[in-house]
């Protein structure tokens, strides 16, 4: 070979190698940077922790903010009625992100059921970055995530900062903690299947009234989102159960009850507002609520769990799929995590099991 050839080619190949290790280090850098949502707010790691379920086959998947993901335990439905359910929730999902991550957990299968929070047709466009990246950044690519970055972009965000969150978060070197090296490439479980455990306990009082609204009339934008997951549910014959999760605040006013009452009726929708249930369910906001009445703790969650459980059982046709050894084997593990995570949030708050 041609001396000049050869110079040609060796340079070639440092160019190709020094790309190389360059590419490597960026994305080193990137996932050292990105949070890990492994302690304080942990809330951001939920999404993507569904990729990891052995068994996607679920009868039901909820979709939704926190009004789900911190009120029903799917190791109550299928402790107590063989039912295999997943909690697709995120902070302050809103109604855009929860069609677009309904799209993504089709590409593995199709539930029986769907239950799908209302709270969320408040938001007629997405209200916060930092929410939006909760949601989004643990979705796996596809045109779903794509989907839901651009329906949920702030005016001052950027998709590529979605491709590359190196852009985003280059600055946050002051911020690193040891969590960050500890869970560079695999974190921890911060969810069970989806649900946020809080066993302690903070009674509701004093609650606010919601403030009088110049308009109570949820958005265009909204309601097309709602259209699209109920034609997502029906395409894929899917029963679709719209829900409303018994918060005391944000308060949830009269006028948009009555729209969510329309919709439900004009489209043979099967709508359950817990808050008109609270006294069936058996729920106490002396026990039951952890932050004053936002949300469920265990107890509460638990007490939801075992009614839903039940009207699901009866009124959507889902079968007892206890006796299948791949899922008592799987829930088994699981149920054991849920024990263990229960003993040690009662030792943590000083408090006595029941």
Same mark, same amino acid.
């Given at each position: 070979?041609?001396?000049?050839?050869?110079?040609?080619?060796?340079?070639?190949?440092?160019?190709?190698?020094?790309?190389?290790?360059?590419?490597?280090?960026?994305?080193?850098?990137?996932?050292?940077?990105?949070?890990?949502?492994?302690?304080?707010?942990?809330?951001?790691?939920?999404?993507?922790?569904?990729? +990891?379920? #052995?068994?996607? %086959?679920?009868? *039901?998947?909820? @979709?939704?903010?926190?009004?789900?993901? =911190?009120?029903? &335990?799917?190791?109550?439905?299928?402790?107590?009625?063989?039912?295999?359910?997943?909690?697709?929730?995120?902070?302050?999902?809103?109604?855009?992100?929860?069609?677009?991550?309904?799209?993504?957990?089709? +590409?593995? #299968?199709?539930? %029986?059921?769907? *239950?799908?929070? @209302?709270?969320?047709?408040?938001?007629? =466009?997405?209200? &916060?970055?930092?929410?939006?990246?909760?949601?989004?950044?643990?979705?796996?690519?596809?045109?779903?995530?794509?989907?839901?970055?651009?329906?949920?972009?702030?005016?001052?965000?950027?998709?590529?900062?979605?491709?590359?969150?190196?852009?985003?978060?280059?600055?946050?070197?002051?911020?690193?903690?040891?969590?960050?090296?500890?869970?560079?490439?695999?974190?921890?479980?911060?969810?069970?299947?989806?649900?946020?455990?809080?066993?302690?306990?903070?009674?509701?009082?004093?609650?606010?009234?919601?403030?009088?609204?110049?308009?109570?009339?949820?958005?265009?934008?909204?309601?097309?989102?709602?259209?699209?997951?109920?034609?997502?549910?029906?395409?894929?014959?899917?029963?679709?159960?719209?829900?409303?999760?018994?918060?005391?605040?944000?308060?949830?006013?009269?006028?948009?009850?009555?729209?969510?009452?329309?919709?439900?009726?004009?489209?043979?929708?099967?709508?359950?507002?817990?808050?008109?249930?609270?006294?069936?369910?058996?729920?106490?906001?002396?026990?039951?609520?952890?932050?004053?009445?936002?949300?469920?703790?265990?107890?509460?969650?638990?007490?939801?769990?075992?009614?839903?459980?039940?009207?699901?059982?009866?009124?959507?046709?889902?079968?007892?799929?206890?006796?299948?050894?791949?899922?008592?084997?799987?829930?088994?593990?699981?149920?054991?995590?849920?024990?263990?995570?229960?003993?040690?949030?009662?030792?943590?708050?000083?408090?006595?099991?029941?």
């Amino acid at each position: 070979m041609p001396t000049a050839e050869k110079r040609k080619t060796k340079g070639l190949v440092k160019f190709l190698v020094s790309a190389v290790i360059a590419i490597a280090g960026v994305l080193f850098l990137q996932q050292l940077l990105q949070p890990k949502y492994v302690d304080g707010v942990v809330e951001g790691a939920f999404v993507a922790e569904f990729y +990891r379920e #052995e068994n996607k %086959d679920f009868d *039901v998947i909820f @979709i939704g903010d926190c009004e789900v993901y =911190e009120n029903f &335990s799917p190791q109550v439905l299928w402790d107590e009625y063989g039912i295999h359910s997943y909690i697709r929730g995120s902070a302050e999902q809103y109604i855009m992100q929860s069609y677009y991550l309904l799209e993504d957990t089709l +590409r593995y #299968e199709k539930p %029986d059921v769907v *239950v799908f929070n @209302i709270q969320s047709l408040q938001f007629n =466009e997405a209200q &916060s970055e930092a929410y939006n990246r909760m949601s989004i950044e643990g979705m796996e690519w596809s045109p779903a995530k794509v989907g839901a970055i651009l329906s949920s972009m702030r005016p001052e965000e950027h998709f590529l900062d979605y491709v590359f969150p190196i852009l985003r978060y280059h600055s946050r070197w002051s911020e690193l903690a040891s969590t960050d090296v500890e869970y560079l490439f695999k974190t921890k479980p911060v969810s069970f299947n989806g649900y946020y455990m809080r066993v302690d306990v903070r009674p509701a009082e004093n609650v606010p009234t919601g403030r009088p609204l110049a308009d109570y009339s949820f958005g265009d934008n909204a309601w097309s989102y709602l259209d699209k997951i109920v034609d997502l549910c029906a395409e894929n014959d899917i029963q679709l159960l719209l829900i409303k999760a018994p918060s005391l605040y944000p308060y949830w006013y009269p006028q948009w009850e009555e729209q969510v009452d329309a919709y439900a009726a004009e489209h043979n929708l099967p709508y359950l507002n817990f808050l008109e249930l609270q006294d069936e369910v058996g729920l106490d906001y002396n026990t039951d609520t952890y932050d004053a009445g936002l949300h469920m703790n265990l107890s509460g969650a638990e007490k939801l769990s075992h009614w839903l459980g039940a009207y699901l059982r009866e009124n959507m046709g889902l079968q007892d799929r206890r006796g299948d050894p791949e899922l008592d084997a799987i829930w088994d593990e699981n149920r054991a995590a849920y024990q263990a995570e229960i003993a040690a949030q009662y030792e943590r708050y000083g408090m006595k099991a029941d």
